[in-house]
T-cell receptor, first 116, second 111 residues
Framework: GAGVSQSPSNKVTEKGKDVELRCDPI?????LYWYRQRLGQGLEFLIY??????PDKSGLPSDRFSAERTGESVSTLTIQRTQQEDSAVYLC?????WGGGNQPQHFGDGTRLSIL | SQQGEEDPQALSIQEGENATMNCSYK?????LQWYRQNSGRGLVHLIL?????REKHSGRLRVTLDTSKKSSSLLITASRAADTASYFC???????????FGGGTRLMVKP
């Protein structure tokens, strides 16, 4: 079956522009996560969606960052007025997430964002 | 701050040798997971060890968990050049809905 799909794979844009990143999770996975990974570093949590519950936005670094998810399907991460510090790989992951956890997360290959 | 911290940050070994990576964390956990990331790719789940487990094996991988010391280790035996990647530990919170990742260990296996 298909894994987590992210698009675009690469995005180069000028400082100040808005960007929209897309994530298609594995079908049936109720939990969806966005992470940011700067070069050579670990993953930084951004936002978490679980079913129809209100998303956990506690990791978003500023109000320029927002994310939406329609039901249990596609999610988009939007960065407004991009700055050079936003340059990173943005990774999406999904998980079945039934009660009690203990489920691995399945990752896409990420979107490499470069702000000029 | 990161929950998990890997040690060493980088490791270089010869093919056939064993590689050991360590992870320390700070708060109570539901489980601890190890992931691998090849250059330019997403993370791939390797193994999950629950908080009530002490050791787990999967092929050439062996993971230990010591909750009293809040630490875990990943051992890769008989390493291969294809094992070259970054390895991350991640701890799941007690609610079972959030993973916190460490900074990773960059492993290079020389042929």
């Amino acid at each position: 079956g298909a894994g987590v799909s992210q698009s675009p794979s690469n995005k180069v844009t000028e400082k100040g522009k808005d960007v929209e990143l897309r994530c298609d999770p594995i079908s049936g996975h109720t939990a969806l996560y966005w992470y940011r990974q700067r070069l050579g570093q670990g993953l930084e949590f951004l936002i978490y969606f679980q079913g129809n519950s209100a998303p956990d936005k506690s990791g978003l670094p500023s109000d320029r960052f927002s994310a939406e998810r329609t039901g249990e399907s596609v999610s988009t991460l939007t960065i407004q007025r991009t700055q050079q510090e936003d340059s990173a790989v943005y990774l999406c992951a999904s998980s079945p997430q039934w009660g009690g956890g203990n489920q691995p997360q399945h990752f896409g290959d990420g979107t490499r964002l470069s702000i000029l | 701050s990161q929950q998990g911290e890997e040690d060493p940050q980088a490791l270089s070994i010869q093919e056939g040798e064993n590689a050991t990576m360590n992870c320390s964390y700070k708060t109570s956990i539901n489980n601890l997971q190890w992931y691998r990331q090849n250059s330019g790719r997403g993370l791939v789940h390797l193994i999950l060890i629950r908080s009530n487990e002490r050791e787990k094996h999967s092929g050439r991988l062996r993971v230990t968990l010591d909750t009293s010391k809040k630490s875990s280790s990943l051992l890769i035996t008989a390493s291969r050049a294809a094992d070259t990647a970054s390895y991350f530990c991640a701890t799941e919170n007690n609610a079972g809905n959030m993973l916190t990742f460490g900074g990773g260990t960059r492993l290079m296996v020389k042929p």
